[in-house]
Protein backbone atom coordinates (compact mmCIF):
# COMPACT_ATOMS: atom_id res chain seq x y z
CA UNK A 1 0.00 0.00 0.00
CA UNK A 2 1.17 3.18 -0.92
CA UNK A 3 0.18 6.52 0.84
CA UNK A 4 2.03 8.16 -2.17
CA UNK A 5 4.70 10.34 -3.03
CA UNK A 6 4.77 12.75 -5.79
CA UNK A 7 7.08 11.48 -8.62
CA UNK A 8 6.26 8.03 -10.78
CA UNK A 9 8.51 5.95 -8.70
CA UNK A 10 6.35 6.10 -6.16
CA UNK A 11 3.99 3.26 -7.88
CA UNK A 12 0.89 1.72 -6.23
CA UNK A 13 2.01 -1.57 -7.27
CA UNK A 14 5.32 -0.94 -5.67
CA UNK A 15 7.43 -2.06 -8.92
CA UNK A 16 8.96 1.14 -9.22
CA UNK A 17 12.15 3.07 -6.35
CA UNK A 18 10.67 5.80 -4.15
CA UNK A 19 9.30 8.88 -5.07
CA UNK A 20 11.57 10.69 -7.37
CA UNK A 21 10.58 14.27 -5.20
CA UNK A 22 11.85 12.47 -2.63
CA UNK A 23 14.93 10.27 -3.32
CA UNK A 24 16.95 12.39 -1.43
CA UNK A 25 15.00 12.21 1.94
CA UNK A 26 14.40 8.29 1.95
CA UNK A 27 15.84 5.59 4.07
CA UNK A 28 19.61 5.91 4.70
CA UNK A 29 21.76 4.24 1.77
CA UNK A 30 24.43 1.97 2.90
CA UNK A 31 27.67 3.31 0.85
CA UNK A 32 27.93 6.88 0.45
CA UNK A 33 29.25 8.08 -3.27
CA UNK A 34 32.20 9.34 -3.37
CA UNK A 35 31.93 13.10 -3.13
CA UNK A 36 33.22 13.43 -6.78
CA UNK A 37 31.14 11.46 -8.49
CA UNK A 38 29.18 12.65 -11.34
CA UNK A 39 30.62 16.04 -11.06
CA UNK A 40 30.07 18.94 -13.65
CA UNK A 41 27.65 16.52 -15.28
CA UNK A 42 25.20 18.42 -17.34
CA UNK A 43 21.84 17.16 -19.56
CA UNK A 44 20.65 19.43 -22.35
CA UNK A 45 16.96 20.91 -22.06
CA UNK A 46 14.46 18.49 -23.14
CA UNK A 47 13.06 19.77 -26.41
CA UNK A 48 9.50 21.31 -25.30
CA UNK A 49 6.49 21.03 -27.78
CA UNK A 50 3.26 21.74 -26.77
CA UNK A 51 0.16 20.31 -29.07
CA UNK A 52 -2.64 21.87 -30.15
CA UNK A 53 -4.93 19.75 -27.84
CA UNK A 54 -2.83 21.44 -24.49
CA UNK A 55 -0.73 18.23 -24.13
CA UNK A 56 2.66 19.56 -23.24
CA UNK A 57 5.50 17.14 -25.12
CA UNK A 58 9.03 16.41 -23.33
CA UNK A 59 11.73 15.00 -25.42
CA UNK A 60 15.56 14.20 -24.37
CA UNK A 61 17.42 12.38 -26.89
CA UNK A 62 19.94 9.71 -25.02
CA UNK A 63 21.52 7.50 -27.98
CA UNK A 64 24.06 5.31 -26.05
CA UNK A 65 21.08 2.59 -25.56
CA UNK A 66 19.13 1.21 -27.85
CA UNK A 67 15.62 1.91 -25.74
CA UNK A 68 12.83 4.78 -25.70
CA UNK A 69 11.29 5.49 -22.39
CA UNK A 70 8.03 7.30 -22.02
CA UNK A 71 5.92 8.66 -19.20
CA UNK A 72 3.05 10.49 -19.15
CA UNK A 73 1.78 12.22 -16.59
CA UNK A 74 -1.36 13.25 -14.96
CA UNK A 75 -1.88 16.24 -12.83
CA UNK A 76 -4.36 14.72 -10.79
CA UNK A 77 -3.76 12.06 -7.89
CA UNK A 78 -5.24 10.59 -4.87
CA UNK A 79 -5.94 14.58 -4.04
CA UNK A 80 -8.59 14.30 -5.99
CA UNK A 81 -10.25 11.54 -4.44
CA UNK A 82 -13.73 12.25 -3.80
CA UNK A 83 -14.40 12.59 -0.20
CA UNK A 84 -15.91 8.84 0.79
CA UNK A 85 -13.66 7.22 -2.52
CA UNK A 86 -10.38 7.22 -1.30
CA UNK A 87 -8.40 5.34 -3.61
CA UNK A 88 -10.38 5.94 -7.25
CA UNK A 89 -7.20 7.56 -8.54
CA UNK A 90 -5.84 4.51 -7.70
CA UNK A 91 -8.19 2.39 -9.15
CA UNK A 92 -8.18 4.28 -12.47
CA UNK A 93 -4.50 3.55 -12.75
CA UNK A 94 -4.92 0.33 -12.15
CA UNK A 95 -7.97 -0.64 -14.68
CA UNK A 96 -6.02 1.48 -17.59
CA UNK A 97 -3.76 -1.91 -17.84
CA UNK A 98 -6.90 -4.23 -17.59
CA UNK A 99 -7.75 -3.62 -21.57
CA UNK A 100 -8.90 -0.79 -23.81
CA UNK A 101 -12.07 -0.34 -26.46
CA UNK A 102 -10.02 -1.99 -28.98
CA UNK A 103 -7.74 -4.65 -27.25
CA UNK A 104 -8.89 -7.36 -24.06
CA UNK A 105 -6.31 -7.04 -21.24
CA UNK A 106 -4.85 -10.03 -22.52
CA UNK A 107 -4.25 -9.02 -26.31
CA UNK A 108 -3.11 -5.85 -24.97
CA UNK A 109 -0.10 -7.34 -22.67
CA UNK A 110 0.79 -10.22 -25.47
CA UNK A 111 1.27 -7.26 -28.20
CA UNK A 112 3.40 -4.98 -25.45
CA UNK A 113 5.07 -8.72 -24.52
CA UNK A 114 5.77 -9.49 -28.43
CA UNK A 115 8.28 -6.58 -28.74
CA UNK A 116 9.78 -7.15 -25.12
CA UNK A 117 8.00 -4.23 -23.99
CA UNK A 118 7.18 -2.75 -20.78
CA UNK A 119 4.20 -0.71 -19.46
CA UNK A 120 2.86 0.05 -16.20
CA UNK A 121 0.78 2.36 -14.28
CA UNK A 122 0.82 4.82 -11.18
CA UNK A 123 -1.10 6.77 -9.06
CA UNK A 124 0.31 8.95 -5.96
CA UNK A 125 -0.49 11.82 -3.96
CA UNK A 126 -0.07 14.73 -6.72
CA UNK A 127 -0.01 12.88 -9.81
CA UNK A 128 -1.23 9.70 -12.17
CA UNK A 129 1.31 8.26 -14.23
CA UNK A 130 1.89 5.38 -17.47
CA UNK A 131 5.01 4.87 -17.84
CA UNK A 132 5.97 2.15 -20.88
CA UNK A 133 10.08 1.85 -22.41
CA UNK A 134 10.44 -0.15 -26.02
CA UNK A 135 12.95 -1.05 -28.25
CA UNK A 136 14.00 2.08 -30.31
CA UNK A 137 12.97 -0.44 -33.35
CA UNK A 138 9.48 -0.64 -31.79
CA UNK A 139 9.06 3.36 -31.35
CA UNK A 140 6.02 2.91 -33.53
CA UNK A 141 4.66 -0.27 -31.12
CA UNK A 142 5.13 1.79 -28.37
CA UNK A 143 3.24 5.11 -29.20
CA UNK A 144 0.44 2.87 -30.55
CA UNK A 145 0.09 0.73 -26.90
CA UNK A 146 0.75 3.95 -25.24
CA UNK A 147 -2.20 5.61 -26.92
CA UNK A 148 -4.73 3.27 -26.79
CA UNK A 149 -4.52 2.66 -23.02
CA UNK A 150 -4.24 6.36 -22.18
CA UNK A 151 -7.19 7.57 -24.64
CA UNK A 152 -9.38 4.33 -25.09
CA UNK A 153 -10.00 2.71 -21.36
CA UNK A 154 -12.56 0.41 -21.42
CA UNK A 155 -13.18 -0.43 -17.79
CA UNK A 156 -15.07 -3.12 -18.29
CA UNK A 157 -17.39 -4.01 -15.42
CA UNK A 158 -15.88 -7.60 -14.49
CA UNK A 159 -12.55 -6.09 -14.76
CA UNK A 160 -13.64 -3.64 -12.33
CA UNK A 161 -15.32 -5.72 -10.02
CA UNK A 162 -11.75 -8.10 -10.45
CA UNK A 163 -9.19 -5.21 -9.51
CA UNK A 164 -11.35 -3.50 -6.98
CA UNK A 165 -11.41 -7.40 -5.06
CA UNK A 166 -7.60 -7.57 -5.39
CA UNK A 167 -7.05 -3.58 -4.30
CA UNK A 168 -9.55 -4.34 -1.40
CA UNK A 169 -7.29 -7.81 -0.48
CA UNK A 170 -3.77 -6.00 -0.51
CA UNK A 171 -5.09 -3.40 1.78
CA UNK A 172 -6.22 -6.04 4.02
CA UNK A 173 -3.07 -8.07 3.62
CA UNK A 174 -0.83 -5.03 4.17
CA UNK A 175 -2.42 -4.28 7.50
CA UNK A 176 -1.00 -7.50 9.00
CA UNK A 177 2.72 -5.60 8.48
CA UNK A 178 3.15 -2.87 11.66
CA UNK A 179 5.27 -0.90 9.54
CA UNK A 180 2.84 -0.13 6.70
CA UNK A 181 0.61 0.40 9.70
CA UNK A 182 2.73 3.14 11.24
CA UNK A 183 2.96 4.63 7.85
CA UNK A 184 -0.32 4.93 7.24
CA UNK A 185 -1.34 6.23 10.74
CA UNK A 186 1.21 8.75 10.59
CA UNK A 187 -0.19 10.16 7.56
CA UNK A 188 -3.39 10.36 9.19
CA UNK A 189 -2.65 11.60 12.69
CA UNK A 190 -0.05 14.20 11.07
CA UNK A 191 -2.44 15.39 8.24
CA UNK A 192 -5.63 14.98 9.53
CA UNK A 193 -8.76 16.31 7.44
CA UNK A 194 -6.54 17.22 4.79
CA UNK A 195 -5.88 15.14 1.64
CA UNK A 196 -2.58 14.45 1.87
CA UNK A 197 -3.78 12.31 4.94
CA UNK A 198 -5.72 9.61 2.83
CA UNK A 199 -4.36 6.55 1.75
CA UNK A 200 -3.64 7.02 -1.73
CA UNK A 201 -4.88 3.20 -2.45
CA UNK A 202 -8.33 3.60 -0.12
CA UNK A 203 -9.10 1.34 2.62
CA UNK A 204 -11.69 -0.76 3.34
CA UNK A 205 -14.19 1.08 4.26
CA UNK A 206 -13.79 3.40 0.83
CA UNK A 207 -12.96 0.80 -1.84
CA UNK A 208 -16.31 -1.27 -1.76
CA UNK A 209 -18.30 2.19 -2.16
CA UNK A 210 -16.28 2.98 -5.42
CA UNK A 211 -18.31 2.26 -8.54
CA UNK A 212 -17.74 1.52 -12.02
CA UNK A 213 -19.12 5.05 -12.90
CA UNK A 214 -16.96 6.79 -10.01
CA UNK A 215 -13.65 5.96 -12.11
CA UNK A 216 -15.03 6.93 -15.42
CA UNK A 217 -16.03 10.07 -14.14
CA UNK A 218 -12.57 10.46 -12.65
CA UNK A 219 -10.98 9.18 -15.70
CA UNK A 220 -13.57 11.68 -18.02
CA UNK A 221 -12.85 14.90 -15.47
CA UNK A 222 -9.05 14.72 -14.85
CA UNK A 223 -7.50 12.57 -17.87
CA UNK A 224 -7.12 15.72 -20.26
CA UNK A 225 -4.06 16.23 -22.35
CA UNK A 226 -4.13 19.95 -21.07
CA UNK A 227 -3.82 18.60 -17.02
CA UNK A 228 -0.48 16.00 -19.11
CA UNK A 229 2.77 16.04 -19.56
CA UNK A 230 4.93 13.38 -22.36
CA UNK A 231 8.08 12.68 -21.35
CA UNK A 232 10.47 11.13 -23.63
CA UNK A 233 13.91 9.51 -23.08
CA UNK A 234 15.85 7.46 -25.48
CA UNK A 235 17.09 6.91 -28.56
CA UNK A 236 15.03 8.98 -30.67
CA UNK A 237 14.93 11.96 -32.68
CA UNK A 238 13.45 14.79 -30.65
CA UNK A 239 11.57 16.40 -34.15
CA UNK A 240 10.08 13.01 -34.73
CA UNK A 241 9.08 12.11 -31.45
CA UNK A 242 7.22 15.41 -31.44
CA UNK A 243 5.32 14.46 -34.91
CA UNK A 244 4.57 10.95 -33.14
CA UNK A 245 3.23 12.43 -30.30
CA UNK A 246 0.93 14.86 -32.42
CA UNK A 247 0.15 11.46 -34.79
CA UNK A 248 -1.14 9.64 -31.62
CA UNK A 249 -2.49 11.85 -29.34
CA UNK A 250 -4.15 14.67 -31.58
CA UNK A 251 -7.45 12.99 -31.27
CA UNK A 252 -7.60 13.49 -27.04
CA UNK A 253 -9.79 15.99 -26.47
CA UNK A 254 -9.11 19.20 -24.30
CA UNK A 255 -11.61 19.72 -21.32
CA UNK A 256 -11.56 22.16 -18.59
CA UNK A 257 -10.60 20.23 -15.76
CA UNK A 258 -12.29 20.76 -11.90
CA UNK A 259 -9.90 23.55 -10.05
CA UNK A 260 -8.18 21.30 -7.24
CA UNK A 261 -7.05 23.67 -4.29
CA UNK A 262 -5.08 21.98 -1.80
CA UNK A 263 -3.57 24.01 0.63
CA UNK A 264 -1.05 23.81 3.63
CA UNK A 265 -1.97 21.48 6.04
CA UNK A 266 -2.30 22.98 9.59
CA UNK A 267 0.23 20.64 11.60
CA UNK A 268 0.74 19.73 15.03
CA UNK A 269 0.09 22.08 18.17
CA UNK A 270 1.63 20.48 20.92
CA UNK A 271 2.63 17.20 21.29
CA UNK A 272 -0.37 14.54 20.14
CA UNK A 273 0.12 11.14 20.72
CA UNK A 274 -1.51 8.01 19.34
CA UNK A 275 -0.87 4.67 20.42
CA UNK A 276 -1.91 1.85 17.85
CA UNK A 277 -3.00 -1.34 19.75
CA UNK A 278 -1.38 -3.96 18.95
CA UNK A 279 -1.45 -6.41 21.87
CA UNK A 280 0.72 -9.15 20.11
CA UNK A 281 3.68 -7.44 19.47
CA UNK A 282 6.93 -7.89 20.86
CA UNK A 283 8.30 -4.65 19.51
CA UNK A 284 6.99 -1.26 18.57
CA UNK A 285 6.69 0.68 15.04
CA UNK A 286 7.99 4.49 15.98
CA UNK A 287 6.96 7.53 13.56
CA UNK A 288 6.94 11.35 15.08
CA UNK A 289 7.60 14.36 13.12
CA UNK A 290 5.61 17.53 11.68
CA UNK A 291 4.81 19.50 9.17
CA UNK A 292 7.39 20.18 6.72
CA UNK A 293 7.60 22.36 3.61
CA UNK A 294 6.34 22.04 -0.35
CA UNK A 295 8.73 20.47 -2.70
CA UNK A 296 9.60 23.99 -4.34
CA UNK A 297 10.47 25.69 -1.31
CA UNK A 298 13.92 27.62 -1.46
CA UNK A 299 14.77 25.81 1.64
CA UNK A 300 14.36 22.39 0.18
CA UNK A 301 18.10 21.93 -0.43
CA UNK A 302 19.23 23.06 3.01
CA UNK A 303 16.35 20.74 4.76
CA UNK A 304 17.51 18.27 2.83
CA UNK A 305 21.45 18.70 3.52
CA UNK A 306 20.36 18.84 7.52
CA UNK A 307 18.63 15.99 7.18
CA UNK A 308 21.32 13.85 6.01
CA UNK A 309 23.48 15.16 8.62
CA UNK A 310 20.28 13.83 11.27
CA UNK A 311 19.46 10.62 9.79
CA UNK A 312 18.93 10.52 5.89
CA UNK A 313 22.36 8.39 5.35
CA UNK A 314 23.81 5.07 6.89
CA UNK A 315 26.86 7.60 8.69
CA UNK A 316 23.93 9.25 9.87
CA UNK A 317 23.74 11.09 13.89
CA UNK A 318 20.82 8.97 14.23
CA UNK A 319 21.87 5.58 12.89
CA UNK A 320 25.69 5.91 14.87
CA UNK A 321 24.08 6.81 18.35
CA UNK A 322 20.54 5.05 18.41
CA UNK A 323 21.46 2.15 16.31
CA UNK A 324 25.72 1.52 16.45
CA UNK A 325 26.20 2.88 19.80
CA UNK A 326 22.89 2.10 22.10
CA UNK A 327 21.80 -0.90 19.96
CA UNK A 328 18.01 0.17 20.47
CA UNK A 329 17.22 -0.78 16.96
CA UNK A 330 18.58 -2.27 13.38
CA UNK A 331 16.86 0.97 11.09
CA UNK A 332 16.03 4.26 11.93
CA UNK A 333 15.90 7.04 9.16
CA UNK A 334 15.29 10.54 8.98
CA UNK A 335 12.85 11.84 6.45
CA UNK A 336 11.85 14.72 4.03
CA UNK A 337 8.82 14.62 2.09
CA UNK A 338 8.42 17.47 0.00
CA UNK A 339 4.99 17.16 -1.89
CA UNK A 340 2.91 19.89 -3.96
CA UNK A 341 1.47 22.12 -1.82
CA UNK A 342 3.31 21.07 1.22
CA UNK A 343 4.99 18.07 2.90
CA UNK A 344 5.90 16.48 6.35
CA UNK A 345 9.48 15.63 8.17
CA UNK A 346 9.50 12.73 10.07
CA UNK A 347 11.92 9.82 12.23
CA UNK A 348 10.41 6.43 11.88
CA UNK A 349 12.40 3.48 13.59
CA UNK A 350 11.04 0.23 15.86
CA UNK A 351 12.56 -1.37 19.10
CA UNK A 352 11.86 -3.22 21.81
CA UNK A 353 8.81 -2.38 24.12
CA UNK A 354 10.90 -1.31 27.13
CA UNK A 355 12.72 0.76 25.11
CA UNK A 356 10.54 3.25 23.38
CA UNK A 357 11.02 6.18 25.57
CA UNK A 358 14.69 6.50 25.36
CA UNK A 359 14.15 5.75 21.93
CA UNK A 360 12.30 8.41 21.47
CA UNK A 361 13.88 10.99 23.67
CA UNK A 362 17.51 10.05 22.23
CA UNK A 363 16.07 11.30 18.77
CA UNK A 364 14.75 14.19 19.56
CA UNK A 365 18.01 15.21 21.79
CA UNK A 366 19.87 15.12 18.26
CA UNK A 367 16.90 16.95 16.23
CA UNK A 368 17.88 19.77 18.78
CA UNK A 369 21.49 19.46 18.59
CA UNK A 370 20.60 20.08 14.44
CA UNK A 371 18.66 22.77 15.46
CA UNK A 372 21.27 24.57 17.93
CA UNK A 373 24.16 24.58 14.89
CA UNK A 374 26.24 22.29 16.71
CA UNK A 375 26.77 20.52 13.22
CA UNK A 376 30.60 19.90 12.94
CA UNK A 377 31.67 21.32 9.44
CA UNK A 378 32.91 17.65 8.61
CA UNK A 379 29.72 16.09 8.89
CA UNK A 380 28.16 19.24 6.40
CA UNK A 381 30.65 18.33 4.30
CA UNK A 382 30.18 14.67 3.93
CA UNK A 383 26.11 15.41 3.77
CA UNK A 384 27.11 17.93 0.67
CA UNK A 385 29.36 15.43 -0.91
CA UNK A 386 27.24 12.24 -0.71
CA UNK A 387 23.78 14.58 -1.70
CA UNK A 388 25.51 15.55 -4.53
CA UNK A 389 27.49 12.09 -5.42
CA UNK A 390 23.96 10.23 -5.14
CA UNK A 391 22.16 12.54 -7.74
CA UNK A 392 23.47 11.16 -11.04
CA UNK A 393 23.15 8.30 -9.85
CA UNK A 394 19.48 8.62 -9.20
CA UNK A 395 18.96 9.98 -13.07
CA UNK A 396 21.39 7.68 -14.45
CA UNK A 397 18.67 5.27 -16.60
CA UNK A 398 16.11 6.88 -19.30
CA UNK A 399 13.66 5.69 -17.00
CA UNK A 400 14.94 7.80 -13.39
CA UNK A 401 15.85 10.64 -15.78
CA UNK A 402 11.97 11.15 -17.24
CA UNK A 403 11.08 11.18 -14.01
CA UNK A 404 13.03 13.76 -12.84
CA UNK A 405 11.78 15.93 -15.75
CA UNK A 406 8.32 15.52 -14.81
CA UNK A 407 9.09 16.14 -11.33
CA UNK A 408 10.59 19.40 -12.41
CA UNK A 409 7.34 20.35 -14.13
CA UNK A 410 5.08 19.36 -11.48
CA UNK A 411 6.59 20.93 -8.77
CA UNK A 412 7.44 24.04 -10.89
CA UNK A 413 11.04 24.12 -10.04
CA UNK A 414 13.72 25.80 -12.09
CA UNK A 415 13.90 24.39 -15.74
CA UNK A 416 18.01 24.07 -14.78
CA UNK A 417 17.23 22.32 -11.50
CA UNK A 418 18.54 19.08 -12.69
CA UNK A 419 21.50 20.39 -13.99
CA UNK A 420 22.05 22.96 -10.85
CA UNK A 421 21.25 20.72 -8.08
CA UNK A 422 25.36 19.54 -7.36
CA UNK A 423 26.39 23.26 -6.59
CA UNK A 424 23.25 24.23 -5.16
CA UNK A 425 23.80 21.25 -2.63
CA UNK A 426 27.61 22.16 -2.28
CA UNK A 427 26.32 25.76 -1.57
CA UNK A 428 24.44 25.15 1.48
CA UNK A 429 26.03 25.97 4.78
CA UNK A 430 25.91 25.75 8.29
CA UNK A 431 23.99 28.57 9.17
CA UNK A 432 21.27 28.24 6.26
CA UNK A 433 20.77 24.00 8.26
CA UNK A 434 20.50 25.84 11.62
CA UNK A 435 17.82 28.53 10.19
CA UNK A 436 15.88 26.00 8.37
CA UNK A 437 16.11 23.13 10.91
CA UNK A 438 15.46 25.28 13.89
CA UNK A 439 11.50 26.81 11.80
CA UNK A 440 10.63 22.89 10.30
CA UNK A 441 12.39 20.18 12.75
CA UNK A 442 10.04 20.89 15.78
CA UNK A 443 10.56 19.10 19.25
CA UNK A 444 7.62 20.30 20.67
CA UNK A 445 4.74 20.57 17.97
CA UNK A 446 4.61 16.82 17.37
CA UNK A 447 2.87 14.23 15.92
CA UNK A 448 3.87 10.69 17.50
CA UNK A 449 2.34 6.97 16.42
CA UNK A 450 3.63 4.03 18.40
CA UNK A 451 2.28 0.68 17.00
CA UNK A 452 2.48 -1.67 20.02
CA UNK A 453 1.00 -3.07 23.11
CA UNK A 454 -1.08 -0.14 24.75
CA UNK A 455 -1.18 -1.76 28.12
CA UNK A 456 2.67 -1.65 28.09
CA UNK A 457 3.23 1.34 26.46
CA UNK A 458 0.90 3.72 27.91
CA UNK A 459 1.98 5.06 30.97
CA UNK A 460 5.80 5.89 29.44
CA UNK A 461 4.42 7.46 26.37
CA UNK A 462 2.28 9.82 28.50
CA UNK A 463 5.66 11.74 30.08
CA UNK A 464 5.83 13.16 26.87
CA UNK A 465 1.80 13.91 25.88
CA UNK A 466 -1.37 12.78 25.77
CA UNK A 467 -1.76 9.85 24.61
CA UNK A 468 -4.82 8.89 22.37
CA UNK A 469 -5.44 4.80 22.34
CA UNK A 470 -6.44 3.59 18.81
CA UNK A 471 -8.07 0.22 17.54
CA UNK A 472 -5.59 -0.50 14.18
CA UNK A 473 -8.62 0.03 11.46
CA UNK A 474 -9.61 3.29 13.25
CA UNK A 475 -6.03 4.47 13.31
CA UNK A 476 -5.23 3.78 9.44
CA UNK A 477 -8.44 5.43 8.41
CA UNK A 478 -7.82 8.69 10.59
CA UNK A 479 -10.40 8.89 13.19
CA UNK A 480 -9.81 11.75 15.86
CA UNK A 481 -6.53 12.86 13.90
CA UNK A 482 -4.11 15.02 15.85
CA UNK A 483 -4.57 17.47 13.31
CA UNK A 484 -8.09 17.67 12.24
CA UNK A 485 -10.04 20.42 12.98
CA UNK A 486 -11.99 21.73 16.31
CA UNK A 487 -15.54 19.94 16.29
Do not use: C
Not at 184 to 201: E, I, K, T
Not at 235 to 261: C, G, H, M, N
Not at 389 to 409: C, K, M, Q, T, W
Amino acid sequence: MTRGGAGIRALLVLALPAAAGMLLGAAPAAVPPAGGAGAGFRIPAPAKTILKNGLTVLVLERRSIPLVQFQLMVKSGSTSDPAGKEGTAALVARLLKRGTRTRSASQFFEEVEFVGGTIDTAATVDASFVRGEFAARDIEVGFNLLADLVLNPAFRPEEFDKERRLALAEIVDHLDDPQNVARLAFASWLYGGHPYGRPADGTERSLPSITRDDVAGFYEARYAPNNAVLAIVGDIDAAQAAQRAERYFSSWKRRTVPELKVGEAPGVRGRKILLVDKTDATQSQIRFGNIGIRRADPDYLALLVGNTVLGGAFTSWLVSEVRVKRGLTYSIASRVEALRTTGSFSISTFTKNDTVLETIKVSLDLVRRLRSGDVPEADLEKARSYLAGLYPLHIESPEDLAAEILNVDLYGLDPDFINQYQKRVRAVTGDAVKRVAARRLPLEDLAIVVVGPAQALKKDLETLGPVTVRPLQAAVEGADAAAAPAR
